[in-house]
């Protein structure tokens, strides 16, 4: 029986809606809530990945908000995707301090799909920012990362929300965020962009449904009606996702105290 049990923090999908995450971490750090593996897809990945990688978190939220999110993208012909993703990876780069999995202080674990087997795949060596680019990578927008015969992309074709790959590490608890279908979300269909990820959220719902309710906590963020390239908005995201994130709080506290007292038949301790 081990000592202390085993907190999954899960990251949605959702892009920009993901900047969501950041403000829940916050949260959890500022309450003392412990969580001792990160399993992100997405957006998810991405936002947990860097935090993994000893990016402080408030930081984050700065360069977030102030950053020219234009810079990143690299257009080219559209032969595997408008983009060509060059600047997205140098960036991530940049972030993760080029660690690979096994230079990480928390666990961490990155969803993808591989094209070739149609399957969900998830990555726990190598290079994080090159799993995160793998995960990020919308299919028909970013260029797929080719990982010998594998050809991967985003992770939320197959798993929007991975609490299955949480609890097959071990889990004993799981902390959930959703960032795609909570209340009020609304549909907008302008461009390409649109059509794509509103097509993946409408293939993912099922899935999501089967997977959401083995979440010990589900936390979803109020940024329905935020659209998935609204990054200039980071600061609202951020914000939506530590009120979403205080709103639980005691939720989580009393999920982490049950199951000290049953599996130490005595109360949890208090925190110094």
Same mark, same amino acid.
Request: proline share 5%; net charge neutral.
């Given at each position: 029986m081990n000592n202390q049990p085993c907190?999954?923090? /899960?990251? +949605?999908?959702?892009s920009a809606?993901?900047?969501?995450?950041? +403000?829940?971490?916050?949260?959890?750090l500022e309450h003392q809530v412990p969580f001792n593996l990160i399993v992100g897809s997405s957006m998810g990945a991405m936002i947990g990945g860097i935090y993994a990688c000893g990016t402080d978190i408030y930081m984050l939220d700065r360069l977030v908000e102030y950053m020219n999110h234009g810079v990143l993208y690299d257009v080219n012909l559209p032969r595997l995707g408008f983009m060509a993703g060059r600047? #997205?990876?140098?960036?991530?780069?940049?972030?993760?301090?080029?660690?690979?999995?096994?230079?990480?202080? #928390?666990?961490l674990l990155v969803v993808a799909t591989d094209l070739v087997t149609g399957k969900r795949v998830v990555i726990d060596e190598g290079s994080v920012a090159q799993a995160i680019r793998a995960s990020i990578s919308i299919?028909?927008?970013?260029?797929?990362?080719?990982d010998g015969e594998r050809i991967l992309v985003d992770g939320a @074709?197959?798993?929007?929300?991975?609490?299955?790959p949480a609890r097959e590490r071990g889990a004993d608890i799981v902390i959930a965020v959703d960032v795609t279908f909570g209340e009020g979300k609304q549909v907008v269909i302008r461009?390409?962009?649109?059509?794509?990820?509103?097509?993946?959220?409408?293939?993912?719902?099922?899935?999501?449904?089967? /997977?959401?309710?083995?979440?010990?906590? *589900?936390?979803?963020?109020? @940024?329905? +009606?935020?659209?998935?390239?609204?990054?200039?908005? $980071?600061?609202? *995201?951020?914000? *939506? +996702? =530590?009120?979403?994130?205080?709103?639980? #709080?005691?939720?989580?506290?009393? /999920?982490?105290? =049950?199951?000290?007292?049953?599996?130490?038949? $005595?109360p949890a301790p208090e925190k110094q």
């Open positions: 907190i999954a923090l /899960v990251l +949605g999908a959702g809606r993901g900047l969501a995450h950041i +403000g829940v971490i916050q949260v959890l600047k #997205i990876s140098a960036f991530l780069d940049l972030l993760t301090k080029k660690k690979t999995f096994d230079q990480l202080e #928390i666990p299919p028909g927008i970013f260029r797929p990362v080719r @074709v197959t798993d929007r929300l991975p609490v299955i461009n390409t962009w649109d059509v794509i990820m509103t097509s993946l959220e409408i293939l993912q719902r099922q899935q999501f449904d089967a /997977v959401s309710c083995q979440a010990d906590v *589900l936390i979803q963020p109020a @940024v329905g +009606g935020y659209l998935p390239q609204d990054f200039d908005r $980071s600061g609202e *995201l951020v914000d *939506l +996702g =530590r009120e979403a994130a205080l709103a639980r #709080i005691e939720e989580i506290k009393a /999920v982490i105290r =049950r199951w000290w007292e049953t599996n130490h038949q $005595s």
